[in-house]
């Protein structure tokens, strides 16, 4: 699944940590995300969603393989 939360985090300024503090989980929880090598659980998604004042799906775009 592809995403887009490392270029709405710089969009804001935010580092990794602030963006971590923000949704409650770890900033390794936000590295591995916007690597792809983690899928967050729908709520946090949401959390980012109501975070960034956005959909879910402007946030993350699936791929079919």
């Known amino acids: 699944m592809k995403n887009r939360l490392k270029v709405l985090r710089a969009e804001r300024d935010w580092t990794q940590q602030t963006l971590a503090d923000e949704l409650g989980v770890s900033r390794q929880t936000i590295n591995a995300i916007e690597k792809g090598k983690y899928d967050p659980a729908l709520d946090t998604a949401f959390r ?18």
């Open 48 to 65: 980012m969603a109501r975070l960034f004042d956005c959909r879910i799906e402007d946030i993350f775009e699936y791929e079919s393989s």
